[in-house]
Antibody
Framework: EVQLVESGGGLVQPGRSLRLSCAASGFTFDDYAMHWVRQAPGKGLEWVSGISWNGGNIGYADSVKGRFTISRDNAKNSLYLQMFSLTAEDTAFYFCAKGRGDFWKYYFDYWGQGTLVTVSS | EIVLTQSPGTLSLSPGERTTLSCRAS???????VAWYQHKPGQAPRLLIYDASNRATGIPDRFSGSGSGTDFTLTISRLEPEDFAVYYC?????????FGGGTKVEIK
């Protein structure tokens, strides 16, 4: 059974940093691209970032480019999102998602339940 | 960026009814690269449909997808109690990946 479990969310002050983690199991982690998708309170889904199976290709939404860094550790079956210079607009549930498809033409066949990041003073 | 507009925003329906959800793209989606997801509060989103019309593993056949170009639809042939949720479409034909704003299907 595929499982994706996010952690690391919480309350953080504006301008500070936070690192999210996603622990994956139930599939061959290093065969697949992985992504972060977020949902602000009362809003829809927004793709945040994605990383190819070996980390060789990485992409970011314009809203986070230059502030967030995605990475993965295939030996630990883990995905990460390092977030810097957080603002209130980054407040959201952050979901880890397993990608299917080809280079940057991905849909998401499994998702985690999400971790809540709240940016507030 | 391709903008996806879902309509209606909310549907109030009864179990057993048939419904069709719409997803309109601001420009043509290449190769009909559209997916549909079901999302319930506090749960992980669930993939229903990919490539516009292919059901994901384990998805009941009451869910079906269709469309091409700029117009896509998700049809639920007969609503079951567990189908009341928010549904999102997503395009993956061009970067960045984008989602629609969602359609909430609620119990009437």
């Amino acid at each position: 059974e595929v499982q994706l479990v996010e952690s690391g969310g919480g309350l953080v002050q504006p301008g500070r940093s936070l690192r999210l983690s996603c622990a994956a199991s139930g599939f061959t982690f290093d065969d697949y691209a992985m992504h972060w998708v977020r949902q602000a309170p009362g809003k829809g889904l927004e793709w945040v970032s994605g990383i190819s199976w070996n980390g060789g290709n990485i992409g970011y939404a314009d809203s986070v480019k230059g502030r967030f860094t995605i990475s993965r550790d295939n030996a630990k079956n883990s995905l990460y999102l390092q977030m810097f210079s957080l603002t209130a607009e980054d407040t959201a549930f952050y979901f880890c998602a397993k990608g299917r498809g080809d280079f940057w033409k991905y849909y998401f066949d499994y998702w985690g339940q999400g971790t809540l990041v709240t940016v507030s003073s | 960026e391709i903008v996806l507009t879902q309509s209606p925003g909310t549907l109030s329906l009864s179990p057993g009814e048939r419904t069709t959800l719409s997803c309109r793209a601001s420009q043509s989606v290449s190769s009909s690269y559209v997916a549909w997801y079901q999302h319930k509060p506090g749960q992980a989103p669930r993939l229903l449909i990919y490539d516009a019309s292919n059901r994901a593993t384990g998805i009941p056949d009451r869910f079906s997808g269709s469309g091409s170009g700029t117009d896509f639809t998700l049809t639920i042939s007969r609503l079951e109690p567990e189908d009341f949720a928010v549904y999102y479409c997503q395009q993956y034909g061009s970067s960045p990946l984008t989602f629609g704003g969602g359609t909430k299907v609620e119990i009437k």
